[in-house]
């Protein structure tokens, strides 16, 4: 069958960062109105799998992981499993020669599982439990990122003796970035990391130099997420630069290492921004070595952790068409997954792209919501989408950019059951995570 590539507009947007596409690169429009993606009809897959299901491009994972490594050939590039974490997933990643950011015994344990090199993986989290910090410790992981001062004893107080830690405090460097507050993480007066501007970030500093059984190799900072524009990075390293030169003139110390987290964004609709790996390198790694030189410090090994932008674009959700309603003026299409498959609009207020697939329609499009199978009115998943008018129970429709914080942030809301997820490539699907079921969901349920 004849395939022909999914037009896209791409407007020019003003900013540093370009406008992108929704739609995987392998996205094919086929003749009788299915799309494929990675060779493979969409409705296929929701046939082959059923409804809901999400399709994850492997190639289109690769090739993201790929621009990182590329962009910043001596930097450390590790992915942020919180985006999206199953068993392929973290062969992809380690294949591709990038590290693993985790923030959970639980993601800590699939990665041991797959092979991935301990020394690879870096531990994040606020709240870290003992079991979060000791099987850290029991697998060897690279480094542990402090988050807050009493952490800091408890983790040494977890080091057999004669062992050392590498750890890396993360900082507050007072830069405001992101798209929602819900994720904005570079000021005080959210729970993450430890403010420069109040002190607490030297203080730590300084507590984690005197123990030991620690070994800090580097400050962290992570600013937040979906975050459109290079500038808020320049800000912080130039924050960062400062504090490493204070930190050097106080202790004697200089450090080898110095991570910028994630938190470059994708576009949810045409148009969009997403900042590029190579303009990242020359902005925010140019600002790096020109300050440290200014600073007369040694300029550190650089981390990035994308998640959102190696794993948003390469997903895929299916939907099954159930009902079509009129109600106050709007028109609803409800369908067979929602917010426990992507809480995303309801918590953030995101608006996503919706593609009718698999049957050809000249019905004009009117703008209609989508909305989840979920007992309340506030699961939406696209408000004021364009979609055909004739589209009817039993369509299929197609969500891009669905590839992070969807099925890793999906819950067992109405015990509907989270979704199956399946790879495409060179024409081949295949299951990677089926779906939750009905046993599933009551196996947990084990009193009366
Ligand atoms: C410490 C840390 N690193 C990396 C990420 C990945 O963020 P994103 O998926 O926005 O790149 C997060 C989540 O925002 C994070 O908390
Ligand atoms: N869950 C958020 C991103 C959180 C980033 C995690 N540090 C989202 O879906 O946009």
Partial sequence: MPLVPVPVPLPDLPGSAPAAVVWPASAQALPGGDLAVGGVPLTELADRFGTPCYVVDEDEVRARARAWRAALPDAEVAYAGKAFLCRAMV???????????????????????????????????????????????RLGVGRVVIDSTGEIARLAALVPAGARQRVLVRVVPGVAAGAHAAVRTGVAGQKFGLPVAGGEAE???????????????????????????????????????????????????????????????????????SPDPGAYARRVGGELALRCGEADLPVPRLTVEPGRWIAGPAGVALYRVLAVKRSGNRTFVAVDGGMSDNPRPALYGVRYTVRLVGRPTAAPARAMTVVGRHCEAGDVLAEDVPLPGDVRPGDVLAVPAAGAYHVSMASAYNLVGRPPVAAVRDGRARLLVRRETLDDLRGRDVGV
């Fill in 91 to 137: 062969h992809w990643i380690e294949e591709e020669g990038l590290s693993l950011d985790v923030c959970s015994a639980g993601e800590l344990e699939l990665a041991a599982h797959c092979g991935f090199p301990a020394e690879r993986i870096v531990l994040h989290g606020n709240a870290k439990s003992p079991e979060d910090l000791r099987t850290a410790l």
């Fill in 203 to 273: 203080d730590a500093v300084e507590r984690v130099l005197g123990q030991p059984r620690l070994e800090l190799v580097g400050l962290h900072c992570h600013l937040g997420s979906q975050i459109t524009d290079l500038d808020p990075y320049v800000t912080a390293v130039r924050r960062l630069v400062t504090l490493l030169a204070r930190l050097r003139d106080k202790h004697g110390v200089t450090f080898p290492e110095l991570d910028l987290g994630g938190g470059f964004a994708i576009a949810y609709r045409d148009g969009e921004a």
